[in-house]
């Protein structure tokens, strides 16, 4: 991979006349400002365009001159047919399409080799890095903000400080969760931010909000794993600290997780790892409570930029609302007006989701044999129903041996978009989502595409029965 960053670097340097291309979720934010970063170091005052998903609306008004060049960052691996006649560099992490999931496990074995064999000499994508060209997984070992790195540190060494992104990128793309910690290739870039001392990983209680929610909210939200009689009881999760003789208060303040001392901090993990017992939850379970974290100890403490996952969701909630700019300014560095809109883009993300949540109970989740769904129509944006299908799934509600799939009406009233995801509890699931998506939505002339475990598609409006028949049916195949 390092062989094919340098290249990439070289080819990129050839070029003044670049526009970064990216996808709108935290990953694609991290690795659109990475990229951007890295061109500024070069001179060139790169574009940034932000996109949902690429599709052919992009291409058709794109420059095809040879003089320009399109850095397609978290985006571009999955449609390599859209692009042929542009002039391209792709650092991504998606998975390659090309597979018929109708053949047979062998039958496809060998032509995933053939198409990465393909593809790894194709020569209109020379520049080209993702790690499923290298046989290695787009899960949990590179983001697309660590693909665009690697190519970032080969232009430049100084370019090192952008693995703090890179670590925030992956982390945004849940590539930590089902290790409990990074992995891979991502390991080797947090090794690099920790190097020069942006990044510190420490092992410590994994909820989310450990610098942003009171400690009996803290505990409320838990959800990976769910905590039997604390999760979603606000009351109890107060007695709970209580009787533990942690103050939840400190003066007039309350208090954080960040603000517990180690006795108090292991005093809790203890009494939660107990109830998690008692409750005969199996010990892979109760072990992902607790695992690696990832502080940014140059930033100031109890705000969201402190820590890579509060991060990741502060770019996550200027995404998904049209707002990316904002959220590429918090990662080159602006503390000021950008992080404090950020902040309040974060506010209504947060209440949002809890409304969406109240909104997938409201309709009820119906079951085939092989997938789960609901189809939220208009009630839901199509821009943040894949987190609600992931926290749905994973709110301990849910039968989790079955995918769930969730739908939405698009933007332009004509779509429909749907959302994939696998639970956490059945990561070993062997069966490639990505390649059902973009097959289902493909006969209708649709598109999609994704990663074996969470995946997303585009389909036209009216067709969602039609669509979740073929998904079922090619889940049995
Ligand atoms: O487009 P992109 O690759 O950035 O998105 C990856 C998606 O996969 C994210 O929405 C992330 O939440 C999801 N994911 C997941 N469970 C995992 C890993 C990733 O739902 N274990
Ligand atoms: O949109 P959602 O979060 O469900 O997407 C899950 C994964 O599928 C992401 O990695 C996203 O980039 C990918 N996806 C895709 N093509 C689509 C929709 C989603 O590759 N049409
Ligand atoms: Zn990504």
Known sequence: MQNCAKNIAEYIKKHTDIEVVTHQDADGIAAGSIAK???????????????????????????????????????????????????????????LEVNDIELSQQERTNLMELSRVLTRTHNDFKYHLNPHLFDLDGVNDLSGAGATYLVAKAMRPENIDLSTLAVIGAVGDLQDVEHGRLIGTNRKILEDAEKIGNVKSQIDIRFFGRESRPLHRFLMYANDPVIPGLSKSESRCINFFKELGVPLKSGEHWRYWVDLDSTERKLVISELTLILVNNDMNPDEVNRMVGEIYILPNEQIRTEVHDAKEFATLLNSCGRYGAADIGIKVCLGNRMEALSSARKMLKGHRSNLVEMLKIVRDIGVSELEFVQYFNAKDRINENVIGIVTGMMLNSGELDTSKPLLGFALCDDGKNIKASVRVARQNSEFNLNLSDVMRTAAGEIGGIGGGHSIAAGAQIPAGEEEHFLERVNELLRK
């Open 37 to 95: 970063k890295a061109l500024e170091r070069e001179g060139v005052n790169a574009t940034i365009t932000v996109l949902k998903q690429l599709d052919e609306s992009f291409v058709q008004t794109a420059d095809k001159s040879a003089s320009k060049l399109y850095w397609f960052t978290d985006l571009g691996s999955g449609n390599l047919d859209l692009l042929t006649d542009l002039n391209v560099v792709i650092t991504d992490h998606h998975e």
